[in-house]
Nanobody
Framework: QVQLVESGGGLVQPGGSLRLSCAASGSIFKFNVMGWYRQGPGKERELVATITTGGTTDYGDSVKGRFTISRESAKNTVYLQMNSLKPEDTAVYYC????????WGQGTQVTVSS
């Protein structure tokens, strides 16, 4: 079993920044993929960003150039730096790890509004 604990969500004005964190614990393989997905109101869950233990990253088209994913593999912790936030970034953000099964965090709300 793997547990994921997310933190860092909240309310921010358009153009602002937030940083999300997610710490994984439990039975984690040395090689894994950690990432963030989001689900906005009335929308399906979508990819935000992923990062492998080797540092290879992948981003959803809507966040490229604005969001940066990073990780501390020794701590099994992943971060999402979100800059230039837009109202359409409003969503519940879920942390995910593939090790090799899929595990999800409980989600953290990000609201971008003036």
């Amino acid at each position: 079993q793997v547990q994921l604990v997310e933190s860092g969500g909240g309310l921010v004005q358009p153009g602002g920044s937030l940083r999300l964190s997610c710490a994984a614990s439990g039975s984690i393989f040395k090689f894994n993929v950690m990432g963030w997905y989001r689900q906005g109101p009335g929308k399906e869950r979508e990819l935000v960003a992923t990062i492998t233990t080797g540092g290879t990253t992948d981003y959803g088209d809507s966040v490229k150039g604005r969001f940066t994913i990073s990780r501390e593999s020794a701590k099994n912790t992943v971060y999402l730096q979100m800059n230039s936030l837009k109202p359409e970034d409003t969503a519940v953000y879920y942390c995910n790890i593939k090790t090799p099964l899929n595990y999800w965090g409980q989600g953290t709300q990000v609201t971008v509004s003036s």
